[in-house]
């Protein structure tokens, strides 16, 4: 029982490690592909508050 | 050997192969001088005319704003310095805006003008000069926001497709343009006294900044001289500082250090002389330079009331008043 | 000299050897405000690749003659 517990315990912290991997994996891929991706200028948002002088 | 040299600005950049000028986006790659960002903004926005600022030139109009990274000055007091004091490579968002979609873009949110602006447009002159043909084809108008730091071949040139320039005097003395810019006095009073030759309509904007360029005496010589060689009727901005970028260790200019410089300037004899980034001070607004009548109430970039007729005339005394109406 | 000195003089020795070479290795080349800068080259090169940035011939003096 004791042992089964433990196994238990220890493949629930696997997972959340899968988990946690997995996240941080999407993310960065995410930012990294996004930082790539091309910006035409419609996705500006050209009335958008700004403190730019000029 | 592979070196080219920029002539654009009063720099004359010599630049190795690899290395940028000093503008951080005119680049030598393989012997040949390229402007990185052409086409390339980093900062679209739709601002009032009022924003660049513009008092006589179609007020309440709505101007397509576009800038590159990188600038030709490096003024210790930039409130741009995120745009204009970064290479073109250190930009995180650049969008794809070559001059037809920039038209496009511009007609389609039905602006008046397209406006280079934000940093110093001339580090980005082919790309101006290319969008505002094509402007010009399309019935747009063309507004040059500039430190006016640019040599005279080309600015002669930039004038035949412009059809107004705010151009920012930051001092009336080449000491502060060289300990707080990088730059010098000359060069930037010639850009003016040639739009103003060329037709461009002008209009100036000086910021005060407290113990820096706030001297009365200077000051006076600046009013005296734009009074001599731009003319009376040139729209003056005098624009209260905030502490940015590198010069955080100043106080914002005290409005009395703003109500002096602008009695000075009138004393002058400048008819049209505004105090900006204080919101809803009074001398935002046009008066008639003949009998005192407010012609354009301003708050802020906003117009609240349109009293000049459409030739651009006092209803009350019929005194024309220089713009563009 | 105590062992603790020369342990102390190396110190400052290494220290100074090293404010010496970063002093040396900006010698020359790029100077702030005054021509030209030395930019992340490789960098520029990447964006320029990937369209970010452009190759526009900026010559337009020459392109007028």
Redesign the interface.
């Known amino acids: 029982m004791k042992s089964r517990n433990r196994i238990s315990t220890m493949r629930r912290r696997f997972l959340a490690l899968l988990a946690v991997f997995s996240g941080s994996l999407l993310t960065s891929r995410s930012v990294a592909t996004g930082?790539?991706r091309?910006?035409?200028?419609?996705?500006?948002d050209?009335?958008?508050p700004?403190?730019?002088?000029? | 050997m592979g070196d080219v040299t920029c002539e654009l600005c009063p720099r004359y950049c010599t630049i190795p192969e690899g290395g940028a000028g000093d503008c951080r986006v005119r680049v030598n790659i393989d012997g040949k001088l390229v402007a990185t960002t052409y086409g390339r903004p980093s900062s679209v926005h739709i601002d009032p005319v009022e924003k660049k600022p513009l008092y006589h030139f179609h007020p309440g109009s709505a101007v397509f704003s576009i800038a590159t990274a990188g600038c030709n000055l490096h003024c210790r007091n930039c409130q741009n310095w995120q745009l204009s004091q970064r290479g073109g490579e250190e930009m995180e968002r650049i969008y794809r805006a070559e001059p037809a979609d920039v038209v496009d873009a511009a007609l389609a949110e039905n602006c008046h003008s397209i406006a280079y602006t934000y940093s110093d447009p001339i580090i980005f002159y082919e790309y101006v000069y290319d969008t505002s043909v094509l402007a010009h084809d399309h019935g747009l108008k063309n507004i040059f926001v500039t430190a006016g730091y640019i040599n005279e071949k080309p600015m002669r040139r930039l004038c035949q497709v412009i059809d107004a320039t705010n151009i920012d005097l930051k001092a009336f003395d080449d000491g502060f343009y060289r300990r707080n810019c990088s730059g010098s006095l000359k060069p930037v009073l010639d850009a003016m006294v040639i739009a103003r030759e060329e037709g461009v309509w002008l209009e100036v904007t000086n910021l005060v900044i407290p113990t820096l360029n706030d001297d009365i005496a200077t000051v006076r010589r600046m009013a005296h001289w734009i009074r001599d060689n731009l003319g009376e009727q040139t729209p003056l901005h005098i624009s209260r500082f905030t502490p940015h970028y590198q010069m955080r260790n100043l106080p914002p200019t005290p409005v009395e250090s703003l109500h002096r410089v602008w009695n000075e300037a009138r004393d002058a004899g400048l008819k049209y002389v505004y105090i900006g980034n204080i919101y809803g001070h009074k001398s935002e607004s046009t008066y008639c330079p003949n009998d005192n009548t407010r012609l354009i109430h301003r708050v802020g970039f906003s117009v609240e009331e349109y009293n000049l007729t459409s030739d651009g005339r006092c209803p009350v005394c019929n005194q024309k008043v220089s713009g563009v109406w | 000299m105590k062992r603790r000195d020369i342990k102390f003089a190396a110190l400052v020795a290494v220290n100074l050897l090293a404010i010496a070479g970063f002093l040396l290795s900006h010698i020359g080349g790029e100077s702030a405000y005054t021509g030209w800068r030395k930019i992340d080259y490789p960098a520029l090169m990447q964006k320029i690749n990937s369209g970010d940035l452009v190759r526009h011939n900026a010559e337009y003096w020459r392109k007028q003659q």
């Open positions: 930082k790539q091309q910006l035409s200028l419609h996705e500006a050209f009335y958008k700004h403190d730019l002088a000029g």
